[in-house]
C-alpha cells in the first residue's frame, strides 16, 4: 500500500533552516507529481510546493518563494523540502502529498502522510 513518512521536522530558530524528507513507497514514485502542504494549529491545510513527476518547474506559493526549495530524488523514492530562513509562522504539521498523476497538484490530493512537526521559535 501507498506509505508516505516524513521526517526531518523539529525546533528552529527565526532564520534557521531545516530539511524535511519524505520516503514514499508502495507506488512508482517516478510517475507521480508530488507535493508538500502544512497545517499550522486551529488552521486549515495550506499547499506549499510541488512538482510535475520529472521534477520540472518547481511551483511555490507565495508564503514560502524564496525561502524554500523543494526537490525529488526518483531512484531513492525520496521527496525532499529545504526550508531557509523560518520564521514563526512556519510553524505547522508539514505533510507529504501524493499526486493522482504525474502532474503537479494543489489540491486533491491521493494519499499523505502522518506529518512532521515544525517549529519556529527563539
Known amino acids: 500500500q501507498v506509505q508516505l513518512v516524513e521526517s526531518g521536522g523539529g525546533l528552529a530558530q527565526p532564520g534557521g533552516s531545516l530539511r524535511l524528507s519524505c520516503a514514499a513507497s508502495?507506488?512508482?514514485?517516478?510517475?507521480?507529481?508530488m507535493s508538500w502542504a502544512r497545517q499550522a494549529p486551529g488552521k486549515g491545510l495550506e499547499w506549499l510546493s510541488g512538482?510535475?513527476?520529472?521534477?520540472?518547474?518547481?511551483v511555490y506559493a507565495k508564503s514560502v518563494k524564496g525561502r524554500f526549495t523543494i526537490s525529488r530524488d526518483n531512484p531513492k523514492n525520496t521527496l525532499y523540502l529545504q526550508m531557509n530562513s523560518l520564521k514563526p509562522e512556519d510553524t505547522a504539521l508539514y505533510f507529504c502529498v501524493k499526486c493522482p498523476n504525474r502532474r503537479l497538484c494543489r489540491s486533491n490530493y491521493d494519499y499523505w502522510g502522518q506529518g512532521t512537526q515544525v517549529t519556529v521559535s527563539s
Open positions: 512538482f510535475d513527476s520529472d521534477a520540472s518547474d518547481p
Open positions: 508502495g507506488f512508482t514514485f517516478s510517475r507521480y507529481g
